[in-house]
């Protein structure tokens, strides 16, 4: 399967190639000739499969194909649940689109919205944003979607996570019900299925990877070192493993920035992103990290989710999310489109069952290193008690003879690194 004998429009095809793509991805070939046949789609795809070209890229044939009959209203609406993600696919739209007579407008909330309202009132085909600013704009008479073709959900899953299931369903209300959905999410849980079933007409479904897994291109380890040490250990880890671009997840936005100003104290460049900065602020952060300007970018959960950075090599999870889906959420913005990636988890004995439920879901043991100075031979069970080591750390003395050595002062080694692959959108 190719672009050119999916059908698709010469201008569409020219900015594919533009961008170094010379063949689909498996969810953008199952879901590109389903979505352009008008049937709704309810498809499962882990961010890094090319999902985003996946609807951008017929959306794009539909409406250059149909009558405009909607005057200057939107004719098709992307929902997505974060400013940055909202901006990803705002940048897919207007590059796969750049040879159409198209005109799209990024909404999202943290930026002045008098300046969102005058390109609406200019009039724009597809409107791209979050939830809460388009109900505001809504609010004020500035967003009619009454004459809407085409509604897209993107990474549904984590919209509901951040509690938008009231503004969707305030959304949907304002659309036509004779529409065309295309519902995109990671996960398909029983709250994911409820929504699923009252805004889609007879959906295709498509899957390209189960629940819950992890792209088979990231190699996962843990290394276990007591709490205090963490801020100790990744910075030898990146001043050893000469890493250029590291995004490292904490659960606190105070932790976020707590941990990028150690860092900078440590000789490493880092930012913070999380949800309490402005939008101009996270832009510039993103930024500076994807120009390599940044070493170390430190986030959160929801600030990251969306994050789109090209041959990300490294994902470091410095803090355990108390979900367990959320593992899979943060290294999935490394090994993606093919590409190899390194995840590294910092785990201390206050995590083990955190680690344990992680390796339940992806339904694999996850290597462990024993580091020189850093890590203790023993481990916290889950009824609390300590110990004599059991696999994880008869694994980890096997990988220490193998090559993670501690050094003379006692101190310690680690890296790793990533290779590159065919490009997919």
């Given at each position: ?8 429009l010469?201008?569409?095809i ?20 389903v ?25 794009l ?10 005057g ?16 990803q696919?705002?940048?897919?739209v207007?590059?796969?689109g ?16 008098t300046?969102?309202i ?5 009039g724009?085909d597809?409107v ?10 809504a ?8 004459r ?51 805004i889609?007409?007879k ?21 276990r070192?007591p ?22 997840f ?42 390599c300007?940044?070493?170390a ?8 989710r ?7 090599p ?7 999310s108390h979900?367990?889906?959320?593992y ?13 990636g390194?995840?590294i ?10 680690l ?7 339904k ?12 203790k031979?023993?481990i ?25 050595r501690?050094?003379k002062?006692g ?6 690194g ?8």
């Amino acid at each position: 399967m190719s672009f050119e004998n999916m059908g698709l429009l010469p201008e569409i095809i020219t900015g594919v190639k533009a961008q170094g793509y010379l063949e689909p991805t498996p969810i953008q070939e199952q879901a590109i000739p389903v979505i352009l046949k008008g049937r709704d789609i309810l498809a499962r795809a882990q961010t890094g499969t090319g999902k985003t070209a996946a609807f951008t890229l017929p959306l794009l044939q539909i409406l250059s194909n149909k009558e405009h009959t909607a005057g200057r209203l939107p004719r098709a609406l992307i929902l997505t649940p974060t400013r940055e993600l909202a901006a990803q696919v705002g940048k897919s739209v207007e590059t796969y689109g750049g040879g159409l007579r198209l005109r799209s407008s990024i909404i999202f909330g943290g930026v002045g919205i008098t300046p969102q309202i005058g390109r609406l009132r200019k009039g724009v085909d597809i409107v791209i944003g979050t939830p809460g600013r388009l109900l505001d704009l809504a609010g004020r008479k500035a967003l009619d979607l009454s004459r809407l073709e085409v509604l897209i959900l993107d990474e549904a899953d984590r919209m509901l996570d951040m509690g938008f299931i009231h503004d969707i369903r305030k959304i949907i209300r304002m659309v036509p019900k004779q529409r065309q959905t295309l519902f995109f999410s990671a996960t398909y849980t029983k709250e994911i299925k409820a929504l699923a079933d009252t805004i889609l007409n007879k959906p295709e479904l498509v899957e390209v990877a189960q629940d819950n897994s992890a792209a088979e291109t990231v190699s996962h380890s843990v290394y276990r070192v007591p709490k205090s040490r963490k801020r100790e250990l990744i910075s030898h880890l990146i001043k050893e493993g000469d890493w250029n671009q590291v995004l490292i997840f904490t659960k606190t936005k105070h932790g976020a920035n707590r941990l990028a100003k150690q860092l900078d104290l440590d000789g490493i460049t880092a930012t913070a992103i999380h949800g309490n900065k402005s939008q101009s602020a996270r832009t510039r952060a993103l930024a500076n990290f994807k120009a390599c300007k940044v070493r170390a970018l430190v986030a959160t959960d929801i600030a990251a989710r969306g994050l789109d950075i090209d041959r990300l090599p490294h994902v470091v999870n410095y803090e355990l999310s108390h979900v367990p889906e959320d593992y899979v959420h943060r290294i999935g913005r490394t090994g993606r489109a093919g590409l190899s990636g390194d995840a590294i988890s910092l785990v201390s004995d206050e995590e083990i069952k955190l680690l344990h439920a992680i390796e339940r879901l992806i339904k694999k043991d996850i290597e462990v290193k024993l580091i020189k100075g850093f890590s203790k031979p023993k481990i916290v069970t889950d009824n609390g008690r300590n110990s004599k080591p059991d696999s994880y750390n008869r694994r980890s003395h096997r990988e220490h003879k193998g090559g993670v050595r501690g050094n003379k002062s006692g101190g310690f080694s680690g890296g790793g690194g990533g290779g590159r692959h065919r490009r997919t959108p």
